[in-house]
């Protein structure tokens, strides 16, 4: 597995309950080291050591640990960029849903090794979605409940209201139902298409 992504979940578990939790969790888990690093790969049985011991030490199921992943990575300030990058799908949540074939591609241009699964959104009636992740069960565990905590976090960030229900395995593709209520529902957060420029530093008069 991508140290990338084993790294971001190291970084949750600090961001969210601290240091010293970390190291509780890291050392149920028997890592033989004290950091994931992001340029290197791990053997996906390690990372998924880190999860059942963080589901133990927090006391939280497996699946609910993974959708606050998602939401973390789109809420948390030090996320910013990936915030970014989701927003540029679109200027609704419509635009936004219909732009998440392309994420895996959109994705190798800042990580040109990361392989995320491959997803497929298809409509039946006005509103309702079905996305599939394909491959999720077998080179991502658990990537289908992180992308429903990705989709409500960015449903606030619209300003949507939102129905998300994981439903489970189809073949080798992890399916969720998207129902969209309403795309105005709430005030969304702020956005805009370029980033703010750093402050002008003005130096003192002698």
């Known amino acids: 597995m991508h140290g990338l992504i084993a790294r971001t979940l190291q970084c949750f578990l600090q961001d969210t309950y601290g240091l010293s939790i970390w190291q509780k969790i890291a050392e149920l888990a028997k890592l033989d080291f004290d950091d ?3 340029m290197l790969d ?3 049985r390690t990372v998924e050591q ?3 011991a963080a589901s133990m030490c927090l006391e939280k199921p497996r699946d609910a640990l993974l959708e606050d992943i998602g939401t973390y990575l789109i809420t948390h300030p030090n996320n910013e960029g990936l915030r970014r990058l989701m927003r540029y799908g679109g200027v609704d949540f419509f635009d936004f849903l219909h732009s998440l074939e392309d994420l895996p591609g959109r994705t190798r241009l800042a990580v040109a090794d990361l392989q995320l699964p491959e997803l497929e959104l298809t409509d039946s009636v006005p509103g309702q979605f079905l996305l ?3 491959g999720s069960l077998s080179e991502m565990p658990g990537f289908g409940h992180v992308l429903v905590g990705v989709l409500r976090a960015m449903a606030d960030d ?3 209201l939102v129905i998300l229900d994981h439903r489970g395995a189809l ?3 992890e399916v969720i139902d998207i129902t969209v209520v309403e795309t105005d529902f709430a005030e969304g957060r702020s956005f805009e298409l370029a980033a703010a420029p750093p402050p002008v530093r003005r130096e003192k008069a002698s």
């Open 158 to 160: 619209y300003g949507a």
């Open 171 to 173: 073949g080798q593709a």
């Open 36 to 38: 994931f690093e992001a």
């Open 50 to 52: 880190v999860l059942e």
């Open 42 to 44: 791990y053997d996906i």
């Open 132 to 134: 599939s992740c394909h």
